[in-house]
């Protein structure tokens, strides 16, 4: 019996061993594209230099391109092509509309109906709900040119974009970008004017943060001020009232960037109506506790 048993065995043996050099691995799933994310897309938003996404010697040759904290500006005569900023919440004058370019999977390229008579804005929204604004102003009647621009600036933005280009801000020390505005928005001294029951909630960028009635946020300024100056908080500080709100700003050198200046804005809506001197007080309080504890350059 042993030699049959034997014999068996070895049969059987051959049998797996055949089997097995037969069986080939079940093939991968195949992993269709990602949707884009304006995370994917840009990175820490905090840093994001939007006039990288900007190709203006393709776009608009001979523009000059200036970034801010939350924006690029680049500037041509009477045009100015604006690309930024990020947001999050809902536009109604936003439509579809028939974008010419390629688009990334899960990103959708819309218009607004807004002020359409001078300017030709763009909204790039990705797969998160996030969307970055573009727009494209001047003084003439053509729509259609305004547009053309607006289109090829959104081509610049999502080529970048795809290929991983995005260019990175380097705040020096002292600037205002590394400033964290929710910081200075979290304290009783502003109770009075932003809502005792109110919380800090961080824009999108990292540099702006709204409290109840109050918004503030940081930047570089990119046009020059003539409005006249007083004194809140131990800086030179200008007020303006527009609509519902009453904005308060301060300015310092920015540094590392000769020629521009840094931007804190404090601004406070009237949610009764049209911002009057009770708004204004409370703008004014809200600059003389958060400006001096702004940095100096």
């Given at each position: 019996m042993y030699p049959r048993l034997k014999a068996l065995a070895v049969a059987m043996l051959c049998a797996l061993l055949a089997a097995c050099a037969n069986t080939q691995a079940a093939p991968e799933p195949s992993s269709g594209p990602t949707p884009l994310t304006s995370s994917a897309a840009l990175g820490d938003f905090a840093t994001v230099d939007y006039c990288s996404l900007l190709d203006v010697p393709a776009v608009a040759p001979g523009a000059v391109a200036s970034p801010t904290f939350e924006t690029c500006q680049a500037r041509l005569g009477a045009?100015?092509?604006?690309?930024?900023?990020?947001?999050?919440?809902?536009?109604p004058n936003i439509r579809p509309y028939a974008y010419p370019g390629p688009v990334p999977d899960g990103v959708a390229v819309q218009q607004s109906m807004f002020n359409d008579r001078t300017a030709c804005t763009r909204a790039i929204t990705f797969a998160d709900g996030n969307r970055l604004d573009l727009s494209v102003s001047d003084t003439s009647d053509d729509q259609a040119a305004r547009c053309g621009v607006a289109d090829a600036a959104v081509g610049s933005v999502?080529?970048?974009?795809?290929?991983?280009?995005?260019?990175r801000l380097k705040f020096p020390e002292r600037s205002w970008g590394l400033v964290a505005p929710c910081a200075l928005l979290d304290t009783h001294d502003l109770d009075d004017a932003a809502g005792a029951d109110s919380r800090p909630a961080t824009g999108l960028s990292g540099h702006s943060c709204i409290r109840g009635k109050v918004s503030f946020k940081l930047t570089v300024e990119t046009d020059e001020d003539a409005r006249p100056a007083e004194t809140v908080g131990g800086r030179e500080a200008r007020l303006r009232t527009a609509g519902a709100f009453c904005?308060?700003?301060?300015?310092?050198?920015?540094?590392?960037?000769?020629?521009?200046?840094e931007l804190a804005e404090i601004s406070v809506v009237e949610t009764a109506g049209t911002a009057n001197d009770a708004t204004c007080a409370h703008a004014r309080a809200a600059a003389a506790s958060i400006f001096p504890r702004l940095p100096h350059a």
């Open positions: 045009r100015t092509i604006l690309v930024g900023p990020l947001a999050f919440d809902s536009d999502l080529g970048v974009v795809t290929a991983n280009k995005v260019g904005l308060i700003d301060t300015t310092q050198p920015a540094p590392g960037l000769p020629g521009r200046r």
